[in-house]
């Protein structure tokens, strides 16, 4: 009895160490597979580093003025009894736009002037009667101060109607009325904005060590979030003649013509001068560039040759970026001419990685960008 549970045991133990054998060369022959496995290569796209002349620029942020701009006020306290223009209308100069009520001045006017015909009529009686010594020159100069008086008094009133009547004093937009007909106004009241939008102004500051750069005539381009992908093109047209002592910069004005009137004033742009040097640069794609809080790296691709293939591989290297131009980014240091680098796929990417190229669907970078209408 013995010997049979003997024997059992034998036989359980010797087939939990062939069930454990075969299992261990099993896990082995995983492990080894594993440790074989080589993952297909991803899918990039590349882009050389190449030398290029770039013209160099100066970038500031800017707003726009108009050459003339005002909110025209009446000088005198009236009624309002003509708007004459509508919201919104293009004037010329000295167009009527609102005319005060001034039938108190008109007629005053009117006696004025006849006050001033009577003292003519009674000048020129003087006169002939001087040339035969019927009245003293003393008499017919009191006749000529009293022509000289009622012609005076005749011109305060038109100036008092005048100033009753106001006109465009410049070309230009009108904004909303600020009145209405029939509505009592005090002096200096507000009317109406007027801007001259053709041309306009853009005004911004550069740094004092840009200063021997500058001079009248240079290509100013501007840019605004209202109009996304547009370009306006003006020229640098003056200086400030002095330094701002606090912050060390000096005012610049570039004259913008507006033909199509789409800056208005008030409008914030961003402001980059075109200096006429061309610089030499080393430029890669901007989206060949991985940024991160530690700096900038690039993947530059290399060929790799292992058990007589060979592979391309990836290699991060960090550098440092210049200055940027449509699609295209320059690179200051640690990349070379001719590297080439992942322009796309780049987040997946891990030293030492293996890749392939697919050159043929990735739209290529270009240095004036312009991208269809979505």
């Known amino acids: 009895m013995k010997l049979k549970i003997i024997i059992g045991i034998g036989v359980v133990l010797a ?4 069930l454990a054998g075969v299992k261990a060369l099993q896990i082995h022959a995983l492990i080894a597979a594993g440790a074989a496995f080589v993952p297909p ?29 005002v909110t025209l006020a009446s000088e005198v306290a009236g009624t309002v009894a003509e708007i004459t223009v509508a919201d919104g209308s293009v004037v010329a100069r000295g167009d009527l736009l609102l005319r005060l009520d001034t039938s108190s ?20 009686r003087s006169r002939k009667l001087r040339a035969d010594n019927t009245v003293s020159q003393s008499e017919l100069d009191s006749a000529e101060a009293t022509l000289k008086q009622n012609q005076a008094d005749a011109d305060v009133i038109r100036a008092a109607i005048g ?6 004093p410049f070309a230009g937009r009108l904004g909303l009325w600020l009145v209405n007909v029939g ?9 109406i904005s007027l801007q001259s939008l053709t041309p306009v102004y853009v005004d911004f500051w550069l740094p004092q060590q840009n200063l021997s750069q500058m001079r009248t005539g240079l290509e100013v381009q501007a840019a605004c979030d209202a109009y996304p992908g547009k370009k306006f093109t003006g ?17 610049v004005r570039a004259t913008f013509e507006n033909a199509d009137q789409l800056l208005r004033p008030g409008m914030f742009v961003r402001a980059e001068v075109i200096l006429p040097e061309e610089k030499p ?8 560039v991985l940024s991160a809080p530690f700096g900038d790296s690039v993947f530059v691709i290399t060929p790799q040759v292992a058990n007589g293939a060979t592979n391309l591989v990836v290699e991060q290297k960090f550098i440092r970026t210049g200055k940027t131009h449509g699609d295209f980014v320059s690179v200051e240091s ?3 001419a001719g590297d080439k680098v992942a322009t796309a796929g780049i987040f997946k990417l891990r030293n030492g990685m293996n890749v392939q190229e697919n050159n043929e669907d990735t739209p290529k970078p270009s240095l004036s960008p312009n991208p269809p209408d979505s």
């Open 235 to 251: 020229t640098l047209t003056a200086l400030n003649p002095d330094v701002n002592a606090t912050t060390r910069s000096f005012f």
């Open 183 to 191: 509505a009592s106004l005090d002096e200096r009241r507000p009317l």
């Open 105 to 124: 001045e008109e007629a005053q006017l009117r006696a004025a002037a006849a006050q001033a015909e009577l003292a003519r009529l009674n000048l020129e």
């Open 281 to 288: 640069v080393l430029a890669i794609p901007s989206t060949a």
């Open 163 to 168: 100033k009753k009547t106001i006109r465009a």
């Open 15 to 18: 087939v939990f160490l062939a």
């Open 334 to 336: 640690g990349l070379n």
């Open 41 to 69: 290569p991803e899918t990039i796209s590349s882009a050389v580093a190449h030398g290029e002349k770039w013209q160099d620029t100066l970038t500031a942020v800017g707003s726009i003025d108009p050459q003339n701009g």
